[in-house]
């Protein structure tokens, strides 16, 4: 049986493996996803987390809950070997293992840029994922609450 392996759980990556699972026959081929977070982001909303117009719950949409047919792997694909077709993947716990695949799709997405500014990365958030938009909005409600309190 084919082996179909996805890089990434983000838009691209949770798409592909629903319209695979939607378009292929059972027994016609494996697919599996490997991504650190058990869910997609939904991008566009995190400015509404942000301002607290959208929960955070609705940002996210569960990768078990909609990919039934899909093998899910939490970790980050560390090493790709086309020649074997063979990735390295290191899960969230325990030593990496090796994959192999037939098919391979990376949709790794993207990380925040920092730029090469010293300790903005340590003091700023980004805004890619349902936690950073969190993090941002209990910044700015700790802030206001401490400015409430000045004279």
Do not use: C
């Amino acid at each position: 049986m084919r082996e179909i392996l996805i890089v990434g759980g983000g838009y691209a990556g949770f798409y592909t493996a629903w319209g695979l699972e939607k378009k292929l026959r059972r027994g016609e081929a494996h697919v599996t996803v490997v991504d650190p977070r058990p869910y997609m982001t939904y991008q566009p909303f995190l400015p509404e987390v942000v301002a607290g117009s959208v929960e955070a719950r609705h940002a996210a949409v569960s990768l078990r809950r909609h990919l039934h047919r899909t093998r899910l792997i939490a970790g980050s694909v560390t090493e790709i070997r086309n020649r074997d077709r063979t990735v390295t993947v290191r899960p969230e716990s325990g030593p990496d293992y090796q994959l192999t695949y037939d098919i391979l799709v990376i949709t790794a997405g993207a990380i925040t840029r920092t730029f090469p500014i010293p300790g903005i990365s340590d003091q700023a958030f980004g805004l890619k994922h349902v936690e950073e938009a969190v993090a941002i909005r209990d910044r700015l409600l700790t802030s206001f609450d401490r400015a409430a309190t000045l004279p």
